[in-house]
């Protein structure tokens, strides 16, 4: 019933289906572990740590609990310790932007700040008292349209992938 073009065009594409799929995974898993993101507990009021490269970070709560209440209203202070001046941090609460690692924990961004130069700096939280103590600060670089963008080609290569593997199957399987 389907000519040889056919079958061997259903095999490429699901092929190239695979291919497109495990290539869209390996870069969003590089995206979300960028080694230049920064970890620490929510209970500590002061942390020093170091930026190796410029530009937009975001600040996340990482939550281990299912349904725990998000603080809102968090005071930061960044500080770059080599000229001494003040960073500008922005609340930027955003529940839609939440996502889970691995672990089953929940990630929410509540602040953003931009970075002009690399360096160490000094992060100041004043509202420790907001956090249970597994709670964690995550500071990654901003991951902007490229998470949402990553995830839409995990599901069109996936689709793409599905229907070239099953079309190929039906073609080699009716005669």
């Known amino acids: 019933m389907f000519p040889l073009w056919s079958k061997l065009i259903f095999v490429c594409s699901g092929i190239l289906g695979l291919f497109f ?5 390996l870069r969003t898993v ?15 009021p002061s942390l020093t740590f170091e930026i190796k490269q410029i530009g937009m970070y975001e600040i996340a709560v ?5 349904f725990a209440m998000l ?3 968090i005071k930061f202070r960044l500080v770059n310790l080599k000229t001494n001046t003040e960073i500008p941090i922005v609340q ?11 672990s089953g924990d929940r990630i ?15 992060l100041q939280n004043f509202n420790t008292e907001k956090f249970k103590e ?9 991951t902007g349209l490229k ?16 229907g070239g593997m099953v079309m190929a199957v039906l073609s080699f399987v009716i005669k």
Do not use: H
């Open 21 to 25: 799929l495990i290539k869209s995974i």
């Open 30 to 44: 590089a995206l979300y572990n960028n080694p230049n993101s920064v970890e620490f507990f929510t209970l500590l």
């Open 108 to 122: 929410f961004p509540i602040s953003e700040f931009n970075v002009l130069e690399t360096g160490n700096y000094q």
């Open 71 to 73: 603080p809102t209203g």
């Open 62 to 66: 990482k939550c281990p609990y299912w």
């Open 92 to 102: 930027k609460l955003n529940f839609f932007s939440q996502r889970r690692n691995m």
């Open 147 to 162: 998470g949402l963008l990553l995830i839409l080609a995990i599901v069109f290569s996936g689709i793409f992938f599905i």
């Open 134 to 142: 597994k709670d964690k600060f995550l500071i990654t670089p901003k």
